[in-house]
């Protein structure tokens, strides 16, 4: 079965500057997607950011990028300028073709800090 | 502007009620989530439906919990009888194959039973 390995409960940042999320993940299948979601405390889940496992070019959205390493199992996601609007809960999720099941990892609260 | 409705928004009640959750997945989709959100438990899949068949409830506490959509525009989680463990924001999400699999989620109905 697949898993979402989430290792930072929390993290913070000034604004204006630049913050990576960790997200690792463990998985049999060769072909997959990647996705970063958002939670802020209005509590709707926003997608960020989806990277398909067999691009091998890191996805960009704005300031949201991701770096993607396969082999590694790793996926994280950069954010350059932080706003005070980027505090929320980040969720990296899985998502698994032989399933169909998206699945979560634990997330992380990013504070942002003026 | 395109998103899923839920409905409610908040529902409390009392132990041993009826619960009716309500969706509207985007126009077009063909695939509707229902997750549910705790704090001990993260997001957990209670069930799915591609083109209106269940495909999968296993995430779904059999006995009191179901699930189903009579239409493409409607899609209900119940609970009968519910019960205090069953406090928790239940998320409804839509997807569509052609769009790399993403979902989308609605705003979710914060449940409390007391």
């Known amino acids: 079965a697949q898993t979402v390995t989430q290792s930072q409960p929390e993290m913070s940042v000034q604004e204006a500057e630049t913050v990576t999320l960790s997200c690792t993940y463990d998985t049999s299948e060769s072909d997959y997607y990647l996705f970063w979601y958002k939670q802020p405390p209005s509590r709707q889940m926003i997608l960020v950011i989806r990277q398909e496992a067999y691009k091998q070019q890191n996805a960009t959205e704005n300031r949201f990028s991701v770096n993607f390493q396969k082999a590694a199992k790793s996926f994280s996601l950069k954010i350059s300028d932080s706003q005070l609007g980027d505090a929320a809960m980040y969720f990296c999720a899985y998502f698994s073709y032989n399933t169909d099941k998206l699945i979560f990892g634990t997330g992380t609260r990013l504070q942002v800090f003026p | 502007d395109a998103r899923v409705t839920q409905t409610p928004r908040h529902k409390v009640t009392e132990m041993g009620q009826e619960v009716t959750m309500r969706c509207q997945p985007i126009l077009g989709h063909n695939t509707v989530f229902w997750y549910r959100q705790t704090m001990m438990q993260g997001l957990e899949l209670l069930a799915y439906?591609?083109?209106?068949?269940?495909?999968?409830d296993s995430g779904m506490p059999k006995d009191r919990f179901s699930a189903e959509m009579p239409d493409a525009t409607l899609a209900t989680l119940k609970i009968q009888p519910s019960e205090p463990r069953d406090s928790a924001v239940y998320f409804c999400?839509?997807?569509?194959?052609?769009?790399?699999?993403?979902?989308?989620f609605g705003p979710g109905t914060r449940l409390t039973v007391l």
């Open positions: 439906f591609r083109n209106r068949a269940p495909l999968d």
């Open positions: 999400a839509s997807g569509s194959q052609r769009r790399h699999n993403e979902q989308f």
